[in-house]
């Protein structure tokens, strides 16, 4: 009982230890995610989409780069863009880029895994989209995309018809930033419980759970060189593990640092990362907006471009001798997380950005609302409170 009461205290620091050298770089990325929602608004972005062209999914990408990097926002903006007119390749090209290039999960995938990470996530990012455009001209769903536009459009509302503001008067007014402040909460609303869950999941595997047990399920991790079988299951692995879980992409990054520390290759952990897209939640939304279809058809093409793009990543930073050492370093667990250094002046610094934004906001509208009309929102809110309770009880025992 000692030895477990101990193990439960080490998650709960390792838990909050993680989050603590993340925090600033979340503010960070919603900060800039928050100014450039507002500032270049959805429906500027759609006037620029059309159907599948070079300047049309090049711009979907540019756009989905600014964009916010919470998988369940980027979907609705998707369906936004989609339902009115945008292209299938330039939509998912948009939603694509929203979870991969974004620049809030560059910073955290730097702090957790390192530069060869941030690369393949941005180079992966690219080919992923490149990928995907060449599968759906291969494979051609015209008639189901005609079906999932006719049902998106039945369940897209029509109040952002009104004029576009001019962005050069928002900037410069307390109501443009009053707007940022607002987004910004809603940024954290969105994705407080996945972050929360993701968080302590990572914490509890890299207490309780041994090497050997990833070494398992990840066929070939631990090995200085595993074969090319080996690599690829590890790519099929990943979104298989992904797809059960509540996590999104911002959560899995700690959890994707603990299979690192246990050996898991480049190739599978950069599978894992890419499945935020594939993960169950996802593909009941997707099949909500666009039918089951639609859903399963993206679910296909995404499974496939992913492994692709984990594989050519792995094997090209291979020939270039550039692909990080899986298993080499300290432990997460074993980190000295709270100590004086860069880390505790920036989270000083968004720490009362945040709290400035918040008070801000509620004093405007009030307290935001948890949103649990949906079932698996109310499953989500009793995990992410679980995981709250775990942790305070978990960093309050004696050691």
Avoid at 27 to 45: E, N, P
Avoid at 150 to 177: H, V, Y
Avoid at 341 to 348: G, K
């Amino acid at each position: 009982m000692g030895e477990f009461i101990e193990t439960w205290h080490e998650a709960a620091i390792t838990t909050l230890g993680l989050f603590w050298t993340a925090f600033w770089a979340f503010a960070l990325g919603y900060l800039i995610s928050s100014a450039i929602q507002v500032f270049v608004t959805r429906q500027r972005m759609r006037e620029q989409m059309g159907e599948a062209g070079a300047r049309s999914v090049g711009l979907a990408t540019l756009f989905g780069f600014i964009s916010s990097s919470c998988s369940f926002a980027a979907l609705a903006t998707t369906r936004a863009l989609f339902a009115k007119g945008a292209g299938l390749v330039p939509s998912l090209a948009f939603l694509l880029a929203s979870t991969n290039l974004v620049i809030e999960l560059g910073i955290v995938i730097a702090i957790f895994l390192g530069w060869q990470f941030v690369v393949g996530e941005y180079l992966g990012g690219l080919v992923l989209i490149l990928l995907m455009w060449l599968l759906v001209r291969v494979t051609r769903p015209k008639a189901l995309v005609k079906k999932a536009r006719e049902r998106a459009r039945a369940a897209e509302d029509q109040t952002d018809d009104a004029e576009i503001p001019d962005w050069r008067e928002l900037i410069r007014s307390a109501e443009g930033w009053r707007q940022v402040a607002e987004r910004f909460v809603m940024e954290w609303k969105m994705v407080w419980k996945d972050v929360t869950i993701g968080f302590t999941v990572a914490g509890i595997i890299a207490a309780f759970v041994p090497s050997r047990f990833f070494q398992a399920l990840f066929v070939g991790s631990g090995e200085s060189e595993p074969a090319f079988w080996q690599i690829l299951l590890q790519c099929l692995v990943g979104p298989v593990a992904a797809f059960f879980t509540f996590i999104g992409s911002m959560g899995n990054i700690p959890l994707a640092a603990v299979l690192f520390d246990s050996g898991v290759a480049f190739a599978g952990i950069m599978a894992f990362i890419f499945s935020d897209l594939v993960v169950l939640p996802v593909l009941r939304i997707q099949a909500q907006y666009y039918g089951w279809k639609m859903a399963l058809y993206i679910l296909f093409v995404f499974l496939c471009i992913l492994v692709a793009t984990a594989l050519l990543l792995h094997y090209g930073f291979m020939a270039l001798d550039l692909l990080p050492q899986s298993g080499s370093g300290k432990g997460i667990s074993e980190r000295e997380f709270f100590k004086f250094d860069y880390t505790l002046l920036l989270n000083a610094v968004f720490l009362a950005i945040s709290a400035f934004f918040f008070t801000w906001r509620i004093r405007c509208k009030g307290l935001p609302s948890l949103s649990t009309d949906k079932l698996s929102d109310k499953i989500l809110l009793a995990l992410a409170l679980l995981a709250l309770a775990w942790l305070m009880i978990g960093a309050l025992l004696p050691t």
